[in-house]
């Protein structure tokens, strides 16, 4: 899963899910005993019963329907609430987090979105994934300030931060500034250095852009230091093994592409890149079948 | 002993004469002439004479033909040493009606001063229905340059009288473009190529997609109507048509194997990239696979995109592919690619490694520059002459209403990249002066020396608008060579001829002869190289189509050369 989706996870997250009504008291019951079934059964009846129920169940419902795997139903869920309590934060960017997801260019979802940070003006996920949707858009100015109000808003530690300075380097990037994009992609990498856990998938778009400036050497430490942190992060293993071979190591590539392959999961688009470069790698060793396998799956898929 | 020290009138004289140099240089500068290295262009199309207008015939539907023309050629039609422009053209929708001038092909005369006479109709090229792209070349090695136009429905082949009028063969030919099964197709582009190494030029016609008004849906973005994504028509194989020595081709597409492959074609160019001695093609395609047809040798061609690393960008995926040009960017001697596409694709570029090819797109620098932009007609010359092809990218949005639709710009500038030599390229459009970056909505491009000066000139075509004639103004002392070959045992044209430049100073360079370059369009056949501070070539050797080697010793550089196979 693209790091960029865990991070909406988070964001969403933060909101606070607190209600006296029995219902949503039997439906946590169920959510703590891992029985999303049963909680999304009495939430949908709940609401069928009583659409004013406060836009709490509309999430709680929504956040079901994800556990079952229900992505249509969640957005389902939190589209009706929205329709009820338009002006409701949560369920505003709820429900143009889960369309972003699927729909990076979507209209509605930066609707949603802005009017969620409107009514949440003090949310720094609700800035987050707003500036993330501008980010898609092409609207990178607006993308910017999104994030950086989201960095305001945000303490310092916060897994947020790392990634929405990594968002303004890449809109910095994308508006030509690269100085002000450097500037923003160091403070990323500082910041997730102090985490516990490092956020790879951060640090890797700081070395996408050091390529892309022909810092290559950079690029490769950086690629060596992600690896120390996260030893099993795909795409810095087939930024490695690109490095290689550019370099003409076409076996030592070959090598750090088959663990790329390994470590891409289900991630459609890390297999379609870890396996189109085993096939051209394959194929420039000789090694025909190898080629022809990778070239089948790339083909079906 | 002559006193050294200088009078106040001397001193006055010498700072005169500096400050007429420098009011020299400043009013060069003033006009885009200064001798500053930088690469410039001046569009001349106003005082060139050439009124054309790319006209679509632009309809509220919005049917996907409309965005899609359309090349231009830049070929000596009438052999005066002048390279000669025609422009492609649109017509009345629905009913593909030319008969309006409007929508007439236009063949320009280059008077030889930067001026230009419209002759389209005492030569007899107006053609007819919806053209798209075309292809010059001499198919049947008389010495005077051909034209077959790619369009909706139906192609034409124009033979060249020799005498300034053409005549419509394409009956005879059996170039009409009726696929045996898929009936009339959609073409984007063509190319003339010696496939078979037997002296005559055979035909790729590259075909689209499935389309017809009738069965178009409608596309909207909320309430906003706009042009179809490809990726709602089903695709169209290309087609090779074999040269028969006769006037007439044969459908040799399922045979060669160029016919299985379905994409959606847009762009097409040629060369031998692994150096056999056949020339291979590579075809972009439009939000589908791109296509690498390696030339087998015996009259079949294998498709090697997926594995030679060409088929897709580096992350494995397709880009809405566009333009191309297959030309040794890196004078190792093996042709690399490189194609143009749409916003956030970025516009690959890729090494060749001799059978396989390295993206080398981001760490050339070309992502950082290309990532925003969508890009029509592409070619990589030597701009500046220093030695290194440059890239070229004629850009525009595909959509005539993005403004509306995604909150970008319709009309863009196009783009140059610099070649700088170590690998990279450096983005300097802003330099190349005020006509060349007049955003536009910029589609085929082609490429030719219009006025002999050395420099590569180009013509860009600009949909329901004037081309842009880019004439290169750029200053430096830098020397070159233009080879102009006349195939005797290869095609006339020499089309596929592989040629290596030494020059006095400075790195071998390679290049090959093609007129098939970026999008639908058909550039100045000669070859081109820019040789840096050599004033001299010392050698300059060419592995002709046919399989002779032919070498050429203490050749003068800035001067075109013309080279008889023998």
Redesign the interface.
Same mark, same amino acid.
């Given at each position: 899963m693209p790091v960029w989706i865990l991070l909406l996870w988070l964001a969403l997250a933060q909101n606070s899910l607190d209600s006296p009504d029995a219902t949503l008291q039997a439906a946590r019951t169920y959510i703590a005993q891992g029985n999303f079934v049963q909680a999304a059964e009495i939430l949908d009846r709940a609401l069928d019963a009583n659409t004013d129920a406060g836009s709490e169940p509309y999430l709680m419902l929504s956040e079901c329907r994800l556990r079952l795997d229900q992505k249509e139903k969640a957005l389902e869920a939190v589209e009706r609430g929205v329709k009820r309590y338009p002006t409701s934060g949560p369920l505003l960017k709820a429900a143009g987090v889960l369309i972003l997801q699927d729909h990076s260019d979507s209209q509605r979802a930066g609707e949603l979105l802005e009017r969620a940070t409107k009514a949440m003006p003090q949310d720094p996920g609700a800035h987050y994934a707003y500036g993330l949707w501008a980010l898609f858009n092409h609207r990178e100015e607006i993308a910017i300030a999104a994030e950086r109000r989201a960095l305001a808003l945000s303490s310092a530690g916060d897994p947020i931060q790392v990634q929405a300075w990594t968002f303004i380097g890449v809109a910095e990037d994308a508006l030509k500034r690269p100085q002000r994009a450097e500037t923003a992609f160091r403070t990323a990498l500082a910041a997730n250095r102090k985490l516990p856990n490092p956020n790879p998938g951060a640090a890797i778009e700081f070395v996408m852009f050091l390529t892309r400036q022909s810092r290559q050497g950079e690029a490769q430490k950086l690629v060596d230091e992600i690896l120390k942190f996260a030893p099993d992060f795909g795409p810095a293993h087939l930024e490695r093994a690109r490095y290689l071979s550019a370099q003409g190591d076409l076996e030592p590539a070959l090598a750090e592409g088959k663990i790329a392959l390994d470590q891409a999961g289900s991630d459609p688009k890390s297999l379609r890149a870890a396996h189109a470069f085993l096939a051209k790698t394959c194929f420039a060793l000789g090694r025909m079948d190898e080629a022809t396998i990778h070239q089948s799956w790339i083909e079906s898929h | 002993m002559v006193n050294a020290v200088k009078t106040p009138l001397q001193l006055n004289r010498t700072v005169a004469v500096w400050m007429r140099i420098g009011l020299i240089f400043v009013g060069l500068a003033a006009i885009g002439m200064a001798p500053d290295g930088k690469i410039r262009f001046e569009n001349i199309v106003v005082p060139s004479g050439i009124s054309f207008v790319l006209d679509n015939s632009a309809t509220p539907q919005k049917h996907q033909i409309e965005t899609m023309i359309a090349g231009v050629a830049v070929f000596d039609y009438n052999n005066d040493g002048l390279p000669d422009i025609y422009f492609v053209n649109g017509a009345a929708l629905p009913a593909l009606d030319k008969s309006n001038p409007r929508f007439y092909n236009r063949l320009y005369r280059n008077n030889g001063n930067e001026t230009f006479t419209d002759v389209t109709d005492s030569a007899g090229l107006r053609g007819a229905g919806y053209g798209m792209g075309v292809a010059a070349a001499d198919y049947d090695n008389d010495g005077y340059e051909d034209v077959f136009v790619a369009g909706l429905n139906r192609n034409q082949l124009f033979h060249n009288n020799g005498d300034g009028t053409f005549t419509d063969v394409t009956v005879k030919a059996g170039l009409e473009g009726v696929h045996p099964t898929l009936g009339k197709t959609w073409s984007i582009s063509a190319g003339w190529f010696d496939y078979d190494n037997d002296g005559y030029l055979d035909l790729i016609v590259v075909n689209y997609v499935r389309w017809s008004p009738e069965h178009e849906p409608e596309c909207f973005?909320?309430k906003v109507r706009g042009y179809c994504s490809p990726a709602g028509f089903e695709g169209e194989p290309s087609m090779l048509f074999h040269n028969n020595g006769d006037g007439t081709f044969t459908d040799v597409s399922e045979k060669s194997g160029i016919g299985k492959h379905i994409g959606k074609g847009m762009g097409v160019a040629f060369a031998d990239y692994d150096g056999d001695g056949f020339t291979d093609v590579f075809v972009s395609n439009d939000t589908f696979r791109n296509f690498l047809f390696h030339n087998n040798g015996d009259g079949t061609f294998s498709e090697?995109a997926?594995?030679?690393?060409v088929? !897709?960008n *580096? $992350?494995?995926?397709s880009i809405a592919g566009m333009g191309a040009d297959f030309r040794d960017i890196d004078n190792d001697g093996r042709p690399d690619i490189f194609v143009v596409g749409m916003?956030g694709d970025t516009f690959p570029l890729f090494r060749n490694?001799g059978? !396989?090819? *390295? $993206?080398?797109t981001?760490?050339?620098?070309v992502?950082?520059a290309t990532?925003?932009l969508t890009a029509w007609g592409a070619g990589a010359f030597d701009f500046d002459n220093d030695g290194n092809k440059d890239l070229f990218a004629a850009c525009a949005s595909i959509l005539d209403n993005s403004e509306e639709i995604?909150?970008?710009p319709s009309k863009l500038p196009n783009q140059l990249l610099r070649n700088l030599g170590n690998?990279?390229f450096a983005d300097v459009s802003a330099d190349a002066g005020a006509g060349f970056l007049a955003p536009a909505a910029h589609r085929g491009a082609a490429f030719g020396d219009l006025n002999n000066d050395g420099r590569m000139d180009i013509v860009v075509t600009n949909l329901n608008g004037k081309p842009e004639i880019l004439m290169n103004r750029s200053q430096n002392a830098n020397h070159w060579l233009t080879v102009r070959l006349v195939g005797t045992k290869s095609n006339r044209d020499g089309l596929g001829a592989r040629i290596k430049v030494s020059p006095s100073t400075g790195p071998v360079q390679y290049n090959h002869a093609t007129a098939s370059v970026g999008y639908g369009g058909s550039s100045d056949r000669r070859v081109h190289f820019g040789l840096g501070t050599a004033a001299r070539v010392d050698k300059l050797e060419i592995a002709w189509p046919s399989g002779i080697r032919q070498t050429i010793t203490d050749v003068n550089a800035n001067q075109i050369l013309t080279v008889r196979e023998k």
């Open positions: - | 973005v909320g090697v997926i594995l030679a690393g088929a !897709y *580096e $992350d494995g995926k916003i490694r059978r !396989y090819f *390295e $993206d080398i981001r760490t050339s620098g992502a950082k990532v925003g995604d909150h970008l690998g990279t």
